[in-house]
T-cell receptor, first 113, second 117 residues
Framework: AQSVSQHNHHVILSEAASLELGCNYS??????LFWYVQYPGQHLQLLLK??????LVKGIKGFEAEFIKSKFSFNLRKPSVQWSDTAEYFC???????????FGKGTTLSVSS | GAVVSQHPSRVICKSGTSVKIECRSL??????MFWYRQFPKQSLMLMAT?????????EQGVEKDKFLINHASLTLSTLTVTSAHPEDSSFYIC?????????????FGPGTRLTVL
């Protein structure tokens, strides 16, 4: 079955620490990859996306992600987190234009000041 | 930027009643909208894909007679939870795809919190 796995359920960091959240998917063939963030009480916002080209993509708020096709991975990184990054992070994939997103279970990031 | 709205944001209803949730794309046309359900502290689960002018495609395990979806225009899709029961209490989120967007981005609504008493 098609699935998206996020390895970390809850990550707790201090401000200025580096962040890496893991994401693996089980689709074959070409996929589009996304990271979304959901701040407390707010709706989902797109952090970054990968469709093709450079496997290292940069998103908003200093986040980046690297697509490693051989590992079916799309890990999210940020070199120095801030308290305001406290949120739920979701990795998602779809298989092409007009298709639904399949989400991972999400990772809760708590950043202490 | 593209904006998707949902109405209502919160609704409380009695068991056995029906509730309609609206999803609107405010500044773009959406041939395809998606309905998701999110349980507390869990991920979004796709319920159905709604295509303008045609029947929705439901995911396995989602009762189409219970969750009625209508996508009558390029800017509006509705989800009606019929004969709601407490187990239907959840957070319902829609997303819409701008059909002119080559890059396939979907935009999410703010969600509707349904509580069935």
């Amino acid at each position: 079955a098609q699935s998206v796995s996020q390895h970390n359920h809850h990550v707790i960091l201090s401000e200025a620490a580096s962040l890496e959240l893991g994401c693996n998917y089980s689709y074959g063939g070409t996929v589009n990859l996304f990271w979304y963030v959901q701040y407390p009480g707010q709706h989902l916002q797109l952090l970054l996306k990968y469709f093709s080209g450079d496997p290292l993509v940069k998103g908003i708020k200093g986040f980046e992600a690297e697509f490693i096709k051989s590992k079916f991975s799309f890990n999210l990184r940020k070199p120095s987190v801030q308290w305001s990054d406290t949120a739920e992070y979701f990795c998602a994939v779809n298989k092409g234009a007009g298709t639904a997103l399949i989400f991972g279970k999400g990772t809760t990031l708590s950043v202490s000041s | 930027g593209a904006v998707v709205s949902q109405h209502p944001s919160r609704v409380i209803c009695k068991s056995g009643t029906s509730v309609k949730i609206e999803c609107r794309s405010l500044d773009f046309q959406a041939t395809t909208m998606f309905w998701y359900r999110q349980f507390p502290k869990q991920s979004l689960m796709l319920m159905a894909t709604s295509n303008e002018g045609s029947k929705a495609t439901y995911e396995q395990g989602v009762e189409k007679d219970k969750f009625l979806i209508n996508h009558a225009s390029l800017t509006l899709s509705t989800l009606t939870v019929t004969s709601a029961h407490p187990e239907d209490s959840s957070f319902y989120i829609c997303s819409a795809r701008d059909h002119t967007d080559f890059y396939n981005e979907q935009f999410f609504g703010p969600g509707t919190r349904l509580t069935v008493l």
